[in-house]
């Protein structure tokens, strides 16, 4: 999609801190961190959201948890680790191209909301 942030960040068109680009997937920092550790999986397709995944697509959604679990290891996360995705405006979700926030490097709460 021409016009969508994450989109031009996964191209290589808009700069970012990168964790890992292959596969289909490109993990990158986020640019507001709200964990010690907060880094963000998106696929490097185009797709809106976690209700836009289909029996087409669905299969680099496996690809984006490798990575995280592959993530997971080189960024010394083995005390933990949380994986969110935000569904539309009532999900909080304020990036329309789907992914998934991955939070450690502290003792998170156990409850969101
Ligand atoms: P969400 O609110 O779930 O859609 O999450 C969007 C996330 O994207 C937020 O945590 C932002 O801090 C992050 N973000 C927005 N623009 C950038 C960017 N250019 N580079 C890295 N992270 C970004
Ligand atoms: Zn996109």
Redesign the pocket.
Known sequence: MSDC?FCK?AAGE?P?SCLYDGDGVYA?????P?APVHF?VIPKEHIGSAAEITPENSHIISKCFEVISSLAKTQGLEKGFRVIT?CGSDG????PHL?F?VLAGKKLGERLV
């Open positions: 942030i960040i808009i970012s990158f920092k986020d640019i507001n709200q963000l935000n909080g979700q304020t990036v992914h926030h």
